[in-house]
């Protein structure tokens, strides 16, 4: 009701405070799993291992810069430790009839509680010392704006009591089998109908990406820091290896441009394939109702689960650069998850092929998908605003470049010209690519929206979610006899937008995708 | 008088509305006039870049505060009905918002300074999405008090199936 309006009420169903707000409540709290304390002191420990090595074993005469990180690593480690020790003394948590309750600190003491009902997700990671040790962290979210990671988080407790907390919060219907299951994974992801697997062909589609170099680079320092500490010289070996004066600056450039690549390309390979291990988007049964689960990992894996009920529609985004390679991301639009968030993925980067079937299966409309729907195009005008946009950005970028050239001074005049030879066709080009992405359709109880140029997003969202309308007109449009229809809603992104539709048929488009909200308010004819 | 099947709002907001959207473009402009001036009058080097931005802001902050606030008032409409609650603003961009009374969540009044000195409110409306709330400017306090109080009423009577 709207006396206590849900999405406001969402404020009020995370409480921090310095009382329990179920004080009454005759549940014991109970501890972390202390095994977490050794296991991160073993990873510290582990981590000057190399170290450790080849100062006693090769016996390598320590310098300052190799001794430098080694002493950060190991202060980080100890800190690290003494951390998590003082987490398990201070943490306690319990889950009683209404309440999910969290305590920490020793003096000043702090209460976190969540009421059940607006638990929306329980996530159980597992980070390759945790599985060893047989730990999971839990993370519990209840739709919270703003808050990151999620609204309650037990780092960590041990995979028995994970499985028991997500059974507990999340109802569900099936057997809890925590013990019983052997394997990699987890948990019960085998029961509930399989809605994708993992092909490795998509791995083409992870590792061409400008975030190589930034792997590469992080590697390759790192392997040249390993190289050094063992007394040796990467820095002469490479300048070894060829005549790099005889081959000049061009060739030099290239020929570490795409050794350094094909390193990165290597580095995201190898992360797409121990994140990505063994994914599977599973349709699983709860008590009331259904929940999407996927669950993947290699060392670390990761299982999240999201309650059906809260599910208003799915986007698929095609990013600009890899259209031609038919690249697609999968989320799906729910209330109470941050779209900015990971939870709301559902597939891993993958073919748009594969991201239109599951969208088809998780919205239940195989064969009569929406993102089937015809979208057609929008009136030439919208591209004519497009272009006149392009050009006077351009135009305006290109007069302040002149502007700045000649007030400030040692600028060549030349260079203002330069900026409107590379700018103009860029934007006019972008221009195109925004027209054609532009699109809506109404297809079932779906409404279709597309648009976007750095990346193509196409939302299929409920017509019941709708929320709200906004149209949107400048003189200039109106002129073009254009409009912007945007619908509202409490999920996902909250607003999804369809530029410069025909202004005729915008308004009639908008009344269909809000059920009728705008009857009132339309002209008598 | 509109082209696109969509009829126009039933109210006007107050003539005072003009004067107040007139003091806070003044104010907006005079601000950021003041800001720049600053280093204008401090460092001499800078004078030939700081200049010609302190003449454009002038003339537009001038600009500003003399149309745009008559323009407005033509364009602002608002209208609550048993349904819904819609309105038009803006001014060389219009936009139309409707939100549906079973979809409000909070009804609230606010009063800026130069509000408070003409009377004036602004009637706000938020739904669950956090994009889709409806501002109404330039109403006469008494009138967005009492609007709020029905829409608050309305909006308890209505079932809403929330978000």
Redesign the interface.
């Known amino acids: 009701?709207?006396?206590s309006?849900?999405?406001?009420g969402v404020q009020d169903a995370i409480v921090d405070g310095a009382e329990p707000p179920d004080a009454t409540a005759d549940v014991p709290w109970l501890r972390l799993d202390a095994k977490m304390i050794w296991v991160d002191a073993v990873r510290a420990l582990l981590s000057m291992a190399p170290a450790a090595i080849a100062i006693v074993v090769v016996g390598v005469e320590p310098t300052s810069g190799t001794i430098l990180p080694v002493a950060v690593l190991a202060v980080v480690g100890v800190v690290g430790a003494a951390n998590d020790a003082m987490r398990w003394v201070k943490t306690r948590y319990r889950v009683t009839d209404e309440y999910v309750e969290r305590r920490t600190g020793l003096l000043v003491r702090k209460y976190r509680s969540i009421r059940r009902d607006r638990i929306r997700s329980v996530d159980a990671q597992g980070k390759f010392r945790h599985r060893l040790a047989r730990l999971r962290k839990v993370t519990v979210g209840a739709g919270q704006?703003g808050v990151s990671g999620g609204a309650l988080t037990l780092d960590a407790v041990s995979r028995t009591a994970a499985e028991q907390l997500r059974h507990e919060l999340l109802n569900h219907a099936e057997p809890a089998v925590a013990g019983t299951v052997a394997g990699r994974t987890s948990s019960t992801a085998g029961a509930g109908h399989v809605l994708a697997r993992l092909r490795w062909s998509w791995i083409a589609y992870n590792i061409v990406n400008v975030w190589a170099y930034v792997m590469a680079a992080g590697l390759l320092w790192g392997a040249y820091w390993l190289a050094v500490l063992f007394g040796l010289d990467p820095a002469g070996w490479v300048t070894g290896l060829a005549d790099w004066e005889e081959l000049g600056w061009g060739w030099t450039i290239a020929v570490g441009l795409v050794v350094v690549g094909v390193i990165g390309v290597a580095g995201l390979a190898a992360n797409f394939v121990s994140e990505s291990w063994n994914f599977r988007l599973v349709r699983v049964p709860t008590e009331n109702g259904t929940a999407l689960r996927t669950v993947q990992g290699l060392l670390r894996t990761r299982e999240v689960n999201r309650d059906e009920n809260r599910l208003r529609g799915v986007q698929i985004s095609e990013p600009l650069l890899w259209r031609w390679m038919r690249m697609a991301d999968t989320t799906v639009i729910t209330?109470g998850l941050s779209i900015f968030s990971t939870s709301s993925t559902i597939l891993p980067r993958g073919p748009l092929g594969v991201a239109r079937r599951v969208a088809a299966a998780v919205l239940d409309r195989e064969g009569d998908s929406p993102f089937d729907a015809a979208l057609p195009r929008h009136p030439v005008a919208a591209l004519r605003r497009r272009l006149l946009w392009a050009t006077l950005i351009a135009a305006g970028a290109t007069g302040l470049v002149a502007w700045?050239a000649r007030?400030?001074g040692p600028v060549p005049e030349s260079l203002w010209w330069l900026a409107a030879a590379v700018l103009l066709p860029v934007l006019l080009t972008l221009a195109v690519v925004s027209y054609r992405a532009l699109g809506h359709a109404v297809s079932g109880e779906y409404v279709v929206t597309r648009s976007g140029v750095s990346a193509r997003a196409t939302a299929a969202l409920r017509r019941?979610?709708v929320?709200?309308?906004?149209?949107?007109?400048?003189?200039l449009q109106?002129r073009l006899g254009l409009?912007t229809v945007?619908v509202?809603?409490?999920?996902g992104y909250?607003?999804y937008a369809v530029p410069d539709a025909d202004?005729?048929s915008?308004?009639?488009f908008a009344n269909e995708a809000?059920q009728g909200?705008?009857d009132?308010?339309?002209?008598?004819? | 008088m509109s082209q696109n099947g969509l009829r126009v709002p039933a109210n006007r907001v107050e003539r005072r509305a003009i004067l107040h959207w007139t003091l806070a473009a003044l104010a907006t402009a005079t601000v950021l006039a003041g800001v720049l001036a600053v280093p204008y009058w401090l460092w001499e080097s800078a004078r030939p870049v700081i200049g010609p931005v302190l003449v454009a802001v002038g003339a537009v902050g001038v600009l500003n505060a003399a149309m745009v606030p008559s323009w407005r008032y033509i364009v602002h409409r608002w209208e609550t009905t048993a349904e819904a609650v819609y309105a038009r603003t803006g001014w060389y961009v219009r936009e139309w918002r409707v939100a549906p009374i079973s979809r409000i969540q909070t009804v609230d009044t606010s009063r800026g300074p130069f509000e408070q000195m003409l009377g004036l409110a602004t009637l706000t409306v938020t739904t669950a999405s956090s994009s889709g709330a409806i501002k109404i400017p330039g109403l006469d306090v008494e009138t967005a008090i009492r609007e709020a109080e029905r829409l608050t009423e309305v909006t308890q009577l209505t079932p809403g199936d929330q978000t």
């Not at chain 1, 929320?467 to 003189?475: D, E, F, K, T």
């Open positions: 009701m709207s006396a309006p849900p999405e406001a704006h209330t700045l007030t400030i019941s979610a929320s709200g309308v906004v149209l949107r007109q400048s003189l109106r409009m945007t509202t809603t409490a999920a909250g607003r202004a005729h915008a308004v009639q809000a909200m705008l009132p308010f339309l002209e008598a004819r």
